[in-house]
């Protein structure tokens, strides 16, 4: 029987460079049991088959979880419980069945004029400054735009959105929050929750993009509080998740040298969604014994699906951390597979290539401002806090500051 690993994502560097941490297992093999009970797949074949597989649940409630478990009375962890990503199931596909006409392809290439707007409108703004902070001055606001216009919701605080999402990105991690997380994540929910109530009332307009979600609530298909726990995880889905891929693109971008030229390429494109995820892992929990490869999964054991990890899988992808536009691997993993597949993956993308181009166009070249990254102290979800790009400043690669709590 394989030994068990030490792998832990909170040990000091692993936010400047987890690879280091994922390089090691995966030379060792693709699937590991580590010291805490946990199971991790870092190669991509067992990682899209846990995806796909409904025997790994995505509902941990009955799962114990390290610091014990959540407060059920809080009125952000019932909405969390509600949101699609933490259904299984009938229950999961009802809801997502409700959301996913927003966003089919076809919906999406109708906000694409307004995207490249904002993109210029806020490089403008920016221009001329020897700061810039590519999450506060360029993605936050342009990803927080454009999920409120997707969802018609003008009105609603873009600073309350913006806090509830940071707020809320504790559900996804694989630590029990404090209770002074728990209670500002109940603060910002329950003034969320009322604008977005105040905004499905509104939206009478059979035009107006929530009415059919209004409909679905007035049929009785779906309650008003799930509806409103829905859309405030598809705001907070829709920010985080595009704030982070805009990030890790341009410093992979910056790193390899690509210009903005190469962008015309889709094949760059679909190279930098894999090497950059904003999703670096997420869990799964075993609903029955399941023998993988060799390893048998016990009922009730949590997962850990290192995404990154697979999508650099040397195995599958020759020369991993390289883009190679002429690769021939199967499609990344960067938005997740199976039943869970990413509602917002035709959003993400145009959102991330219209960024990237307006950016490689007016940032300095690579190696002529020092770029400064501070993450936040997370596991799953890769979160810069801060990327300072200085204009003319001084030469070198980026520096990573490690945001301790
Ligand atoms: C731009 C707007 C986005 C929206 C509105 C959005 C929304 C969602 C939603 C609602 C789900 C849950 C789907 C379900 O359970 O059926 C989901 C899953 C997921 N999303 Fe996105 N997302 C967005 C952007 C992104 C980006 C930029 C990434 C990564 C590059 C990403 C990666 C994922 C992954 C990996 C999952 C699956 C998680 C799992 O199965 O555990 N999403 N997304």
Not at 62 to 77: F, I, L, Q, S
Not at 238 to 246: C, E, F, R
Not at 365 to 385: K, L
Request: with cysteine.
């Amino acid at each position: 029987m394989q030994a068990a690993v030490h792998f832990n994502p909170f040990d000091p560097g692993f936010q400047a460079d987890p690879f280091a941490f994922y390089r090691p297992l995966a030379a060792a093999g693709p699937l590991h049991r580590t010291r805490l009970g946990v199971w991790i797949a870092v190669g991509y074949h067992e990682c899209a088959a846990i995806l796909g597989d409904s025997r790994f649940l995505r509902d941990h409630s009955k799962v114990p979880r390290r610091g014990g478990r959540h407060d059920p009375e809080n009125r952000a962890v019932q909405s969390a419980a509600m949101a699609m990503l933490n259904l299984d199931g009938a229950a999961h596909d009802r809801i997502r069945g409700t959301f996913s006409p927003l966003f089919t392809r076809r919906n999406i290439l109708r906000y694409q004029d307004e995207i490249d707007r904002g993109a210029q409108a806020l490089l403008r703004h920016a221009e001329g400054a020897d700061r810039f902070d590519l999450v506060r001055d360029f993605a936050l606001p342009l990803a927080t735009d454009t999920i409120k216009a997707m969802l018609g919701i003008g009105d609603c605080d873009s600073a309350l959105i913006q806090r509830f999402t940071t707020d809320s990105v504790i559900f996804l991690e694989p630590v029990t929050p404090t209770a002074d997380e728990l209670v500002q994540a109940e603060q910002s929910y329950h003034r969320l929750a009322a604008q977005i109530a105040g905004a499905i009332a509104a939206a009478n307009d059979a035009a107006h993009p929530l009415h059919p979600i209004r409909t679905r609530v007035d049929e009785g298909a779906l309650t008003a509080d799930e509806a409103a726990a829905n859309i405030a995880f598809v705001l907070s889905a829709g920010i985080d998740t595009t704030v982070n891929l805009i990030c890790a693109g341009y410093l992979t971008m910056a790193a390899q040298s690509v210009a903005a030229a190469d962008l015309a390429n889709e094949a760059v494109i679909n190279e930098l969604l894999r090497l950059s995820p904003s999703i670096h892992m997420t869990g799964r929990v075993a609903a029955e014994d399941v023998l993988l490869g060799s390893s048998m999964i016990k009922a009730g054991s949590l997962v850990i699906v290192a995404i990154a990890a697979g999508n650099r899988d040397p195995l599958v992808f020759s020369n991993p951390d390289a883009i190679d536009p002429h690769r021939k691997g199967p499609v990344s993993l960067g938005f997740g597979a199976g039943r869970h597949f990413c509602i917002g993956v035709h959003l993400a993308k145009l959102e991330a290539a219209i960024a990237w181009r307006h950016l490689l166009r007016h940032l300095p070249p690579v190696g002529a401002g020092a770029i400064e990254i501070e993450y936040e102290r997370r596991a799953f979800i890769r979160t810069p806090r801060r990327v300072l790009v200085r204009r003319g400043g001084a030469d070198g690669g980026p520096t990573t500051v490690d945001n301790g709590r």
